[in-house]
């Protein structure tokens, strides 16, 4: 017998912000503790200046996005009251079914697909310079976003809920999963090998994801995922590498007064363009 799923639908199809505060709060606090206690790598770096600049990146993604908010509703509310898109086109589905092809949707489209796309286009790269410049990922990097990126994602959401058709619950627990997955993946902590295998055929694991922020590419173009594994299998853009062996940040702008200062941070993406270079960054 499949789960009564109402509740779900109920408590996020009315979610106060203050719920949402806490998700993005306490998701930061609670992984800060456990990388605290069981670090991968022991940073000789001011943990409160880094997540300083960070939490200053937070607050501006909170600002695009919350005046924006209501393009989300209209597109969720014209796509569902006029039977659009995917999750649509069958009506009356069980709840259960709408979480897991809408979260599959969403996250395909609104995660993997906008980033994978900031990969690949030079204008759009330069804003996404901002979060693969941090030379000390922790679990705060999952929110160093510049504005630009911000409303480059929100452009993809937007796309997400339309092919998708989700209703408005679904997008708030899309984004609560993806708010905890990402400072999860981004964490200073690596999953023992046999955990990481199970855990990795579904979601995406620190494990995983540190290494799309190793310095040098091909390692840099690749584990693109947010919330599910899957995509970057699937679409070949998977790989491994030696946790102990990775050097974060991006080798174009290995210095801290570049790196790690919010003044140059808001400015890299109307500098002068530099392309990727092995030859670039120093030691961690």
């Known amino acids: 017998m499949l789960p009564d799923m109402q509740w779900l639908v109920d408590y996020f199809g009315d979610i106060p912000s203050s719920h949402r505060s806490i998700i993005l709060v306490g998701g930061i606090l609670f992984f800060w503790l456990i990388e605290g206690a ?17 939490f200053f990146f937070t607050l501006t993604t909170i600002l695009v996005n919350f005046p924006l908010a209501f393009i989300l509703i209209r597109s ?9 898109g995917l999750l649509n086109i069958i009506p009356n589905l069980p709840y259960w ?17 906008a980033h994978w796309i900031q990969h690949q286009v030079k204008f759009l790269w330069r804003f996404h310079i901002i979060h693969h410049a941090d030379q000390h990922v922790d679990t705060t990097t999952a929110n160093r976003h510049h504005p630009g990126e911000s409303l480059i994602r929100f452009v993809f959401t937007t796309m997400a809920i339309l092919v998708s058709g989700a209703p408005m619950w679904l997008i708030f627990l899309y984004q609560s999963l993806s708010v905890i997955l990402s400072q999860f993946n981004h964490a200073n902590i690596i999953l023992p090998r046999q955990i990481d295998k199970i855990v990795s055929l579904v979601f995406v694991t620190p494990n995983m994801h540190h290494i799309h922020h190793h310095y040098i590419q091909p390692f840099t173009d690749s584990n693109y995922g947010n919330i599910f594994a899957i995509w970057d299998r699937l679409f070949g853009t998977f790989k491994t590498f030696d946790q102990r062996k990775i050097i974060y940040g991006i080798d174009t702008y290995p210095e801290p007064t570049e790196n790690n200062t919010v003044s140059n941070l808001l400015q ?10 092995a030859e670039n960054l120093g030691k961690k």
């Open 38 to 54: 069981w670090p991968l790598f022991h940073f000789k770096y001011h943990k409160w200046k880094h997540a300083g600049v960070n």
């Open 76 to 84: 969720s509310t014209w796509a569902v009251d006029n039977n659009f």
């Open 97 to 113: 079914t709408q979480v897991v092809f809408g979260l599959f949707i969403l996250d395909l489209i609104g995660a993997w697909m």
């Open 268 to 277: 890299i993406p109307f500098q002068k363009y530099r392309p990727q270079s």
